[in-house]
């Protein structure tokens, strides 16, 4: 069983940087970010697949977030900047065992326990 963890949450203000991290306990192939905000749906931020040579961003976060990993650390990593107070709500960490990318909750096998991201306005 892999285990995820997510770490870099807090408390920002509009406009202000955040580095999210993810570590795994085993070896995971593709992998993603989602947000869930207060009263809402669990949605894909951003995924990648093993390699790294493929991503996905959602339409809210392009230009502004960058999704990385090293795999030699089994580690993934989101940059946000320019944060927006929408962009506020708890992030998970996810991973699944095929190499291509994907972006439906459903098709991740692994979840991290959640890292909240509040950004003031």
């Known amino acids: 069983q892999v285990q995820l963890v997510e770490s870099g949450g807090g408390l920002v203000q509009a406009g202000d940087s955040l580095r999210l991290s993810c570590g795994a306990s085993?070896?995971?192939?593709?992998m993603g970010w989602f947000r869930q905000a207060p009263g809402k749906e669990r949605d894909i931020v951003a995924a990648?697949?093993?390699?790294?040579?493929?991503?996905y961003y959602a339409d809210s976060v392009k230009g502004r977030f960058t999704i990385s990993r090293d795999n030699a650390k089994n580690t993934m990593y989101l940059q946000m900047n320019s944060l927006k107070p929408e962009d506020t709500g708890v992030y998970y960490c996810?991973?699944?065992?095929?190499?291509?990318?994907?972006?439906?909750?459903?098709?991740?096998?692994?979840w991290g326990q959640g890292t909240q991201v509040t950004v003031s306005s």
């Open positions: 085993g070896r995971v192939f593709g």
């Open positions: 990648l697949s093993w390699s790294g040579g493929t991503t």
């Open positions: 996810a991973a699944h065992t095929g190499v291509r990318i994907s972006i439906t909750v459903s098709a991740y096998n692994y």
